[in-house]
Nanobody
Framework: QVQLVESGGGSVQAGGSLRLSCAAS????????AAWFRQAPGKKREGVAA???????TYLDSVKGRFTISRDNAKNTVYLQMNSLIFEDTAMYYC????????????????????WGQGTQVTVSS
């Protein structure tokens, strides 16, 4: 069993930065693939960034060059550094994880992930 707890959300002006953290307990994140998803009101949940068990990363096109996903295995934590934030980034952000590797074309899909956090709100004002 893995429990995920997100933190780091908040309100920021357009152009600003935030760093989200996802702390895992119950198991190490070393053996897991992890990802960040987001869901804005009235919209479907979408995959934003993912990091495979071996460190490979995948990003949603609209965040490439602005967001960076990383992991610290010693701290059992996955991070999402978000720079140059825009209004459209406003959403609830969720951390997700699952054991093993994921093919790149699956990393931003919802169904491969078994473990989910409760979410942290990110609000960007224009």
């Amino acid at each position: 069993q893995v429990q995920l707890v997100e933190s780091g959300g908040g309100s920021v002006q357009a152009g600003g930065s935030l760093r989200l953290s996802c702390a895992a307990s119950g198991s190490t994140v070393t053996d897991y693939s992890a990802a960040w998803f987001r869901q804005a009101p009235g919209k479907k949940r979408e995959g934003v960034a993912a990091i495979d068990a071996d460190g490979g990363t995948t990003y949603l096109d609209s965040v490439k060059g602005r967001f960076t996903i990383s992991r610290d295995n010693a701290k059992n934590t996955v991070y999402l550094q978000m720079n140059s934030l825009i209004f459209e980034d406003t959403a609830m952000y969720y951390c997700a994880a699952n054991s093993g590797h994921l093919r790149e074309n699956l990393r931003l899909q919802i169904w491969p992930y078994f473990y989910w956090g409760q979410g942290t709100q990110v609000t960007v004002s224009s």
